[in-house]
């Protein structure tokens, strides 16, 4: 494979997912953020009028399908499979968390669950890389109403700028939330933004700092995150 138009060819063979991770590689790279990610294929009546989906179809889609997606006023949104130190990222930050949290009111969550809930009038589905929700408030189903208390998303080049922007003026917009932290995969560069202090960004960019999780109650070793994949 040496000319362009092979390289091209090869590419669009590619899965949406593998397209996605091959972009995520590209960016970091050549120090690019993109968001690669398009909205779904509008599925049944709305793929002929190309209507925005409800949030019943959206959950409809979600049931039948493999793949996770996110949803945002009507659109929806593939998520790409992780990279692994993305995966590693997350695993450790979750780790900390639920080890600290198991004697507590509080579940920590990952990307497989679903965070519901409404920004300025519209429905929106996240799925944070990693969350708390502590609290016993539970549905008349049984099932605990999630009140995230913290969202930590680990950026990728190609979702970062939507990380870093649409979703923090949306997880604003959820009262119970009081810290919201951004996570690069590398360099050591960690972000947290509290409620208590107006949403003004603190950063971590050492690896002898230490991320204070005030809403949990947890002290964090930068160096901890990292874990596997710094020196």
């Not at 091209?8 to 899965?15: C, M, P, S, T």
């Not at 502590?134 to 549905?139: F, L, P, S, V």
Request: charged content about 25%; hydrophobic content about 40%.
């Amino acid at each position: 494979m040496n000319t362009m138009s092979e390289i091209e060819q090869a590419v669009r063979y590619l899965v949406r997912n593998q397209q996605q991770l091959l972009f995520d590689w590209l960016a970091g790279e050549l120090g690019l953020e993109m968001r690669v990610a398009e909205p779904t294929a509008n599925y049944g009546a709305a793929a002929e009028t190309r209507e925005l989906l409800s949030l019943e179809e959206y959950l409809e889609i979600e049931e039948k399908g493999s793949v996770l997606h996110e949803y945002v006023a009507g659109e929806i949104f593939a998520m790409a499979d992780p990279s692994q130190p993305h995966e590693i990222t997350a695993m450790n930050l979750a780790a900390s968390l639920h080890a600290h949290l198991q004697d507590r009111p509080c579940r920590v969550y990952k990307a497989q669950r679903r965070l519901q809930f409404k920004c300025f009038g519209d429905d929106f589905v996240y799925r944070p890389d990693v969350w708390v929700a502590c609290g016993e408030t539970r549905n008349t189903e049984g099932d605990y109403v999630d009140e995230p208390c913290l969202v930590i998303e680990v950026l990728s080049p190609s979702t970062a700028r939507i990380d870093k922007r649409e979703k923090m003026i949306s997880y604003r917009e959820i009262p119970s939330i009081e810290e919201y932290v951004l996570v690069a995969q590398k360099p050591a560069h960690v972000v947290i933004h509290r409620r208590t202090e107006q949403w003004k960004s603190q950063i971590l960019d050492s690896l002898e700092d230490v991320l204070e999780l005030r809403c949990i109650g947890l002290a964090i070793p930068v160096r901890r995150i990292y874990k596997g994949l710094l020196p």
